[in-house]
């Protein structure tokens, strides 16, 4: 009964509808996207180089003659898939160190305490620049050194919502009736958190999807001839005052990509207030 | 002062420990720096001679300690990469030396730019009564925040440089030889960094001001017969650039790192291309030192910013 009260409180907003539609076209694009493109992204021809927009081709053809929809398409698959095991992995690691530290405290506790003060305040695409450097390249290694890189907020975040819950009345009789240290943690306290923690997940997706085509935009990440955002943008460049086309639509992509998360993030923390 | 003295202890113990790191971290890749850089046509003499010159036979340890102590001398190492004659490896000093102008112009510029526009924006979004111009603001804060900085430097490209016609993309004029020309080539990338940064620095100021007007104090320095003008500007706009002050100090990490993926749009010599051609070179002294270089900046900002808001509130010193 009680519960039913609380969801009636949460009212829709703007942000949230807006965020809704716009990260369900995204992932809708990708799910299409891995399955089926207008042209094939990689197919190459000579006498299609720089077409502009088209009905043919709606967004124009890149220097090779490619079809740039169908390759935009593979590239927010491309992105989206990065992102989704970047956020999962690292908001994971988030969650056990968070609360293992957060519940416990102690020396272990300070000491992520001082690591994670030490990486937070570093820009996360210098350290997945680094850590990736030090890994050598690939797209494997580009999820590993972003989650790497995300991991620190996620630890803070969850942390000092455990320890918000830990001296809780409610966590004091559970500890009462014998109940164990895991089942408490996983059982009673994240559950609360969830909310907290869901907008954390989504802003997680906006700087994973910025920091993936940033380094691959420098050439870091995703290879070639493997379609991504990033690098399609540093490709037209180099032909801005004559197709001026070719930048465009990754471009828009991402903004699009970004914007919907952001709006999405906004709409869950209105929704949770 | 006794705080001060505190923070400037754990300045330096964080930068030992990233220097630690950033230096050990380059010494666990797989695969043999001596090899990638010969070839693997060289002789095992040649191989060895090279070790011995790069000091590559010490054990770990004592190499971090060579290099620590070399760098606080100001002898940064040499490059494995860059040669300054025939048979004399480029040192990292001079490497960096004229590069780094660049990009700490770039990141001030940018700075100044985000402080100068964003706090008058969001008094005025704070103030703003008009529904609509609330909106818009909105709207436009929100689009602005998801633009990525690279894109951005394109757009800007295409506008002022193609079309406009403002300025010469990929046209970079040195700041030794013409300082106006130099500054001029840099307000592009600058504004390229700043768009989505004053989006979110001017966001950031209207939603703390919004918080500070439904305080008590507002309302008690309203009925003592303050004018309007006066309570926002010495009552409310005073505490709510406080928590703005740390944000900056954030923005500054950020707009550092936005100049490493800008540089590259507008072909500016900075360190960031320096710092993204090594990696892929594996030019490992030049990436230890930027990555310590960056790193340094970055925590000598938060502990200013630190100090400085100290100084600023008078209810934090007091205590």
Known sequence: MKQKNTREKKKWNNYLVAGLVMTGITLAIAVIGAFWTPYDATAMSASLKFAPPSFAHWFGTDNFGRDILSRVMEGVETTVVISVL?????????VLVGALTGYFGGLIDEITMRFTDAVNGFPSILLALVILSVLGGGVEKLILALSIAFCPSYIRIVRSEFIKYRDADFIARAR????GWARILFVHILPNIFSTFLVSIVIGFNNAILAESGMSFLGIGVQPPAASLGKMLSDAQGYLSSAPWYALAPGLAIVWIVLGFSLLGEGIRRWNN | MKYICKKIITLIMTLFLVSAAAFLAFQVIPGDVVTSILGTEATPEMEELLREELGL????VERYMNWVSGVLKGDLGVSYRYSKSMNERMPVAELI???????????FYSLILIIVISIPLGVLWARSKNHYLDAALNVISQTAMAVPAFFLGILVTYLFGIILKCFTPGGYVSYREDFAGFMHYLLFPAISIAIPKIAMTARFLRNSMLTEMRSDYVRTAY????TNRRVMYAHVLRNALMPVVT???MIIAETIAGSIVVEQVFGLPGVGRLLISSIS????PVVEILVLYITSVVIIVYALIDILYRMIDPRISSK
């Open chain 2, 281 to 284: 070179t594996r030019d490992f």
């Open chain 1, 86 to 94: 970047v956020v999962a992995a690292s908001a994971l690691v988030g």
């Open chain 2, 97 to 107: 030396g004229d590069k780094l102008p660049v990009t700490l112009w770039l990141a």
């Open chain 2, 247 to 249: 944000f900056l100090g």
């Open chain 1, 176 to 179: 009462l009736m014998g109940v």
């Open chain 2, 223 to 226: 009925s003592k017969g303050c």
């Open chain 2, 57 to 60: 036979n010490d054990p770990p």
